[in-house]
């Protein structure tokens, strides 16, 4: 079945520090989308991608949509403690249909 | 976006028993969508559930052991019957909106089997 191979698993950064994160897959997909998810909640839907090449951005965060289709990174400048959380990539299949990569749990020290 | 309401947010259970997860939307919505999410790992789609007809379940997942109700636009239910330890997830409601891909989670309800 399609699968998305996120890197890294798990990230230990300083505050300040710039984090970058991708997911790449042997499927192509026309949309990519970026969660994010706080312990205890559902994830909270950062950017979503709809064209090849695209590079889009929301505040501190900006994602690109892989020219082949099959990959995406998601960058985030000047990392802060709340951006503490388990990032996720997904690829949409059909409406309502995602596959998600395995996530990264990003921790920042203050 | 939309709000999204699911209960319980969680409980602990019995193994053997069955409990029903309620998801409210606070918009009328086409499709509603369960996914799973076991201890440590990724999301996984469950079903869809339409309104007015029965919901399309995913590889891996049968209607006999995640029987869901749909009963109108705002609302629906997942059963988790018979319950083992391995069933012990958040279990998360979500729906579309606006663009396509574009999908809202509740918080999830977290389940514990014992």
């Known amino acids: 079945g399609q699968q998305l191979n996120q890197s890294p698993q798990s990230m230990f950064i300083q505050e300040g520090e710039d984090v970058s994160m991708n997911c790449t897959s042997s499927s192509i997909f026309n949309t990519w989308l970026w969660y994010k998810q706080d312990p205890g909640e559902g994830p909270v839907l950062l950017i979503a991608l709809y064209k090849a090449g695209e590079l889009t951005s929301n505040g501190r965060l900006t994602a690109q949509f892989g020219i082949t289709r099959k990959d995406s990174f998601l960058n985030i400048s000047a990392s802060i403690p709340s951006d503490v959380g388990i990032y996720f990539c997904a690829g949409e299949v059909l409406a309502g249909k995602l596959i998600f990569g395995q996530g990264t749990t990003l921790q920042v020290k203050p | 976006s939309a709000v999204i309401s699911q209960k319980p947010s969680r409980d602990i259970c019995q193994r053997g028993t069955s409990l029903t997860i309620q998801c409210q939307v606070d918009s009328q919505v086409t499709m509603m969508f369960w996914y799973r999410q076991q201890p440590g790992q990724s999301l996984t789609l469950i079903a869809t559930?339409?309104?007015?007809?029965?919901?399309?379940?995913e590889s891996g997942f049968v209607i006999d052991k995640f029987p869901i109700s749909r009963p109108n636009l705002t609302f629906s239910t997942l059963t988790v019957s018979n319950m083992s330890p391995e069933d012990s997830s958040i279990y998360l409601c979500?729906?579309?909106?606006?663009?396509?891909?574009?999908?809202?989670f509740g918080e999830g309800s977290r389940l514990t089997v014992l």
């Open positions: 979500s729906v579309l909106t606006g663009r396509t891909g574009e999908l809202f």
């Open positions: 559930a339409n309104q007015g007809s029965e919901a399309t379940y």
